[in-house]
């Protein structure tokens, strides 16, 4: 099996949601992420 993960944000919950700057923060993370790969 070829798995990998890669964690590169995280954060302490404290509500149901996740606020919207979390979730656009670890989007970018994931973006600089893969552009670094290429």
Do not use: C, W
């Not at 590169?8 to 670094?36: L, M, N, V, W």
């Amino acid at each position: 099996m070829d798995n990998l993960v890669v964690i590169g944000h995280g954060f302490q919950k404290k509500s149901q949601k996740t606020p919207k700057q979390e979730i656009e923060r670890a989007e970018q993370i994931k973006g600089e992420y893969y552009d670094s790969k290429e």
